[in-house]
């Protein structure tokens, strides 16, 4: 514990999310031990009050909790179980929250091993993309024992609004993916009916005005339809990241024997963005890939 009597975090994966995540718990006072893969945003950190730690093994050594916001399941797996991972520096009793999205067999296998090594666990993917994780208003979904979410909780409280604890280790995880599945069929519905609207000469911006008064109303719609009339597609949320959550989103519907129509569709579109070169632009650039005929090919 640190002389305030907050517990000391240890923060692995300071990207579009986790730099601001940390930034945030830092503000709170919490006392933080970071790393990440490049050293500017833990030259950053440190800058404001950060300790940097050397490696994750080193990190866990020095927290009583261990966040990982990582990319993909793969660089779980590494810094949680690999050669220097958290695993090898976990404090018996420390608890390893992963807020990276990730398949649930992989949440559910980290949450085992830190079990193992007499840790706790808890899987808590994250929405609201790098907006929420700024001004700390994300939705927070979490999977794992209850006493474990209510000792996180105060930690929870400070990055974000809406928490929730779902269910058993992997239950974050799964939430997370029917999430990403509304999100990504919602952008490419934003996307095609702008898209119409232009294409049929009726002005974008104003049947996105009117819609947002009616039953179509959505976030997707506010926020990343004004993305798509102003063709900003800086990154909030990069296309490749919600390609990696609708694989996930469809194997997982595939191991439980459903079909989801909308998720191999809203799969199939991020792949073709990510295969035309625009896998770092915003999600929302979905709409990209939409161009109407020309009057002589209709």
Do not use: C, W
């Not at 940390?22 to 990440?36: D, I």
């Not at 994750?56 to 966040?67: L, W």
């Not at 702008?194 to 104003?206: I, N, Q, R, S, T």
């Amino acid at each position: 514990m640190a002389p305030n009597g907050k517990p000391v975090i240890g923060f692995i994966g300071l990207g579009i999310m986790g730099k601001p995540m940390a930034r945030n718990l830092m503000k709170t006072g919490y006392s933080l031990v970071v790393h990440n893969r490049g050293r500017g945003p833990v030259d950053e950190l440190v800058k404001e009050g950060a300790r940097a730690g050397s490696s994750p093994k080193d990190v866990a050594q020095q927290s009583d909790v261990v966040i990982t916001m990582l990319p993909d399941s793969p660089d779980v797996e590494e810094v949680v179980l690999g050669k220097d991972g958290v695993l090898e520096g976990l404090r018996p009793g420390a608890t390893l929250v992963d807020m990276s999205t990730i398949k649930p067999a992989v949440a559910r296998r980290v949450a085992e091993a830190v079990v193992k090594k007499l840790g706790k666990a808890l899987d808590a993917p994250v929405s609201g993309g790098e907006k929420g994780a700024t001004e700390a208003t994300l939705s927070i979904m979490v999977g794992g024992p209850q006493d474990v979410f209510d000792a996180v909780l105060p930690i929870f409280q400070t990055l974000g609004k809406n928490i929730v604890l779902v269910g058993d280790s992997g239950a974050g995880q799964i939430a997370k993916a029917a999430n990403q599945l509304v999100v990504g069929v919602t952008i490419e519905a934003v996307a095609e009916a702008l898209a119409l609207a232009e294409a049929a000469g009726v002005d974008p911006a104003k049947v996105r005005a009117v819609l947002l008064g009616g039953f179509a109303q959505s976030k997707i719609l506010d926020m990343h339809g004004q993305r798509m009339l102003d063709g900003n597609f800086v990154p909030g949320f990069k296309a490749k990241l919600h390609q990696k959550d609708m694989r996930i989103v469809t194997e997982t519907a595939q191991e439980s024997g459903l079909d989801a129509p909308a998720g191999a569709l809203a799969l199939d579109r991020f792949t073709k963005l990510v295969d035309s070169g625009g896998g770092e632009k915003d999600h929302s650039a979905l709409r990209t890939l939409l161009k109407a005929k020309s009057a002589a090919t209709r």
